[in-house]
T-cell receptor, first 118, second 112 residues
């Protein structure tokens, strides 16, 4: 149980276009979802936290108008990179928390989505 | 602000050896600590989760310890295998906050 799936796993786009990445919890309802960004040979940096039906909370330095997060249901969160530029090229990973595991604080991670902006 | 550091950044050992990866964190008020494995270009695989009240967790050839007061954790890998080659990340969550702060990772290479 507790499987998180991301789609697409990789995407290449032209500079100036927008890209949407989906994060789904397949067999559980995710109370909270988190979006991370990982640049080559660096660790994961939290971008934002989202709860179903409410606005995402962004970390300092993350542009909320550029990285739009929608958490419309308990099983789906989307990250849209608007007007993408080459510096947005990165590996984006989502994670989800599960109410049944809330006491342990365990988070479940997606497989990641690699974005390359030309 | 919580900061997590992992030493060494990279490690190469011959197959069959036992090894230890280190993780340190600055704020000891943690809720839990997790160790993950990441293969190149892939997502994270959870290895072990230690609650703040625990001292260690074991899974197969892996053993993770936690010394909260000193802000340290170690991941012990016994009888290493080439398939253990990956980047190992530790991450901590602080009390009252589900957010994870990740370490810089240790890139492990097991030499056949």
């Amino acid at each position: 149980g507790a499987v998180v799936s991301q789609h697409p796993s990789w995407v290449i786009c032209k500079s100036g276009t927008s890209v949407k990445i989906e994060c789904r919890s397949l067999d559980f309802q995710a109370t909270t979802m988190f979006w991370y960004r990982q640049f080559p040979k660096q660790s994961l940096m939290l971008m934002a936290t989202s709860n179903e039906g409410s606005k995402a909370t962004y970390e300092q330095g993350v542009e909320k108008d550029k990285f739009l997060i929608n958490h419309a249901s308990l099983t789906l969160s989307t990250l849209t990179v608007t007007s993408a530029h080459p510096e947005d090229s990165s590996f984006y990973i989502c994670s989800a928390s599960w109410q049944q595991k809330i006491n342990t604080g365990e988070l479940f991670f997606g497989e990641g989505s690699r974005l390359t902006v030309l | 602000k919580q900061e997590v550091t992992q030493i060494p950044a990279a490690l190469s050992v011959p197959e069959g050896e036992n090894l230890v990866l280190n993780c340190s964190f600055t704020d000891s008020a943690i809720y839990n600590l997790q160790w993950f494995r990441q293969d190149p270009g892939k997502g994270l695989t959870s290895l072990l989760l230690i609650q703040s009240s625990q001292r260690e967790q074991t899974s197969g050839r892996l053993n993770a310890s936690l010394d909260k007061s000193s802000g340290r954790s170690t991941l012990y890998i016994a009888a290493s295998q080439p398939g253990d080659s990956a980047t190992y990340l530790c991450a901590v969550s602080t009390i009252g906050n589900e957010k994870l702060t990740f370490g810089t990772g240790t890139r492990l290479t097991i030499i056949p």
